[in-house]
């Protein structure tokens, strides 16, 4: 069991390009307080730091805890970063922000001492810690959303990489001449197991004249297709959402499949709205995966939904500062 900070209370913000969450947590992993705010990327980073900083303060002092009660705080960001300087080197959807000092400012306004990481890898420290993974030190998390991000904790730790951008597998090559993905590349995972690779394969074979109800779902408009949409024509049992859902699963596999064999994990946790879809997701990604997948590792391996839902990245922001604080010079 990994060595814990000697302190009451961590606090762990998830910051997001519309929305802020911060938790209060107990070192043993419970939710003291919580508090949702928004960003407003588009006033700048200093509003933003600002922001945070006295919605931080707001929440523990509605918990009846001190300032003083609290001896570090974690932060999940977007973007490349330097996790080891806490530096944010870009957030694309977030004016302004390139190369900010987060750590060095954040102390500043609270006072405390901080460490910043990657969103994906706290998501999946905080499965790892308090989720779908707990008591497990090998673990794989993929979140499917607009994108595909992902974390990978090794041996109870993050795997960071020289460049602290490893666990990025939403940029796995899954079509080596594939779609052009936003990072420059062809065929990365993302640009077919996002929600938005889900709509996009619709609209391709829609506009290839296949039949579908999801065109009278939109109403002709196919710019309105998203993977809501294939999936609840998928539940009406139409049969090119069902052949779009198997591609999706196919591809979602070939990355799973990759993990496991690479990193032979203990648990592969998958987040994003579309786990709720159930066994509808998991028992054909299962079976697609076992087939694609070495059996040794396989069979050792769960492919499990996430627990946490949206509080997990700023859980996994307070656990990463309570386990891995040598690491932030914490």
């Keep these: 069991m990994p060595k814990t900070a000697k302190q009451k209370y961590a606090v762990g913000i998830d910051l997001g390009g519309t929305n802020v969450v911060a938790v209060l947590m107990s070192t043993t992993g419970k939710v003291i307080a919580e508090k949702r705010f928004m960003t407003f990327a588009d006033k700048g980073p200093d509003f933003v730091i600002e922001n945070i900083s006295d919605n931080v303060k707001i929440m523990t002092r509605d918990a009846g805890t001190a300032i003083k009660d609290i001896s570090r ?16 080197l870009v957030a694309p959807n977030m004016p302004g922000w390139k190369n900010i000092k987060l750590k060095d400012e954040l102390e500043k306004h609270l006072k405390l001492k901080t460490g910043v990481e990657n ?8 499965e790892k810690w308090v989720g779908a993974a707990k008591n497990s030190d090998n673990v794989v998390g993929f979140t ?24 990025e597998l939403g940029h796995v090559a899954v079509e080596i001449n594939g779609r052009k993905c936003g990072c420059g590349s062809n065929g990365c995972l993302e640009t077919y197991a996002s929600a938005t690779g889900i709509a996009k394969t619709a609209v391709e074979e829609i506009r290839q004249g296949r039949a579908s109800i999801i065109t009278e779902m939109v109403k002709g408009d196919l710019n309105k297709i998203t993977s809501k949409t294939v999936y609840e024509a998928l539940l009406q049992k139409d049969k090119l959402a069902e052949e779009v859902w198997a591609k999706f699963i196919k591809y979602l596999a070939a990355g799973v499949a990759d993990m496991i064999n690479i990193l032979n994990p203990e648990i592969i946790v998958i987040a994003g709205g579309v786990i709720n879809a159930g066994e509808k997701l998991f028992a ?19 492919i499990l939904p996430a627990k946490l839902g949206e509080l997990a990245g700023a859980i996994g922001a307070a656990g990463i500062v309570i386990f891995e604080g040598d690491y932030y010079g914490i």
């Design 73 to 88: 705080v974690g932060i999940g960001a977007p973007g490349p970063l330097d996790s080891k300087k806490g530096i944010v």
């Design 119 to 126: 969103d994906a890898n706290c998501a999946t420290f905080a």
């Design 144 to 167: 499917l959303g607009t994108g595909v991000g992902g974390g990978i904790v090794i041996g109870g730790k993050l795997l960071r990489g020289v460049t602290y951008t490893a666990g």
């Design 284 to 302: 054909p990604l299962r079976e697609e995966t076992g087939k694609r997948a070495f059996a040794a590792p396989f069979n050792a391996c769960r």
